[in-house]
């Protein structure tokens, strides 16, 4: 299946006539018994990494299967030398967020809880962190 969907990518990129650039990121998924297919993911990421997949991230229900608790993921990812994005600061606290930047990514998915605690927004910057989120988000959540 990921062999399909970069083939696919490389295709369509081809047919670009703009410059355009695309890569792909992998999935892994919060969950209690899925470490195996998470680990599965990671390894394909790593396989792949260059080519036509850029990165793996951790997706999910965030306040079900805290963050802490994939700390595995991101052990190996960053010791394979492979990027990685973390979900988190969406439906909990900065407290995942801070588990996210002590595993090491580099890019936040979403990160609206830091909207109101200084300390994390200094965190963010100080390590250089990237927020991916939705204005939406940003403005539903300032309104909370």
């Not at 970069?6 to 355009?20: A, M, P, S, T, Y």
């Not at 390894?43 to 805290?66: Q, S, V």
């Amino acid at each position: 299946m990921v062999r399909a969907a970069i083939d696919g990518l490389k295709r369509g990129l081809r047919n670009c006539v703009n410059g355009f650039k695309a890569n792909l990121i992998l999935s892994c998924m919060r969950g209690n018994d899925n470490m195996k297919e998470n680990m599965e993911t990671v390894h394909l990421g790593e396989k792949y990494l260059g080519d036509g997949i850029c990165a793996i991230d951790l997706a999910g229900a965030e306040a079900l299967y805290p963050t802490e608790n994939f700390r595995y993921i991101f052990t190996y990812a960053r010791a394979a030398g492979i990027p990685f994005t973390i979900h988190s600061g969406e439906a909990v606290g900065v407290e995942s967020m801070r588990h996210a930047i002590d595993f090491g990514t580099q890019r936040i998915g979403h990160g609206v809880r830091s909207y109101n605690d200084e300390k994390m927004k200094a965190l963010l910057k100080a390590k250089d962190v990237c927020l991916t989120l939705c204005p939406t988000s940003f403005h539903l959540q300032k309104n909370v």
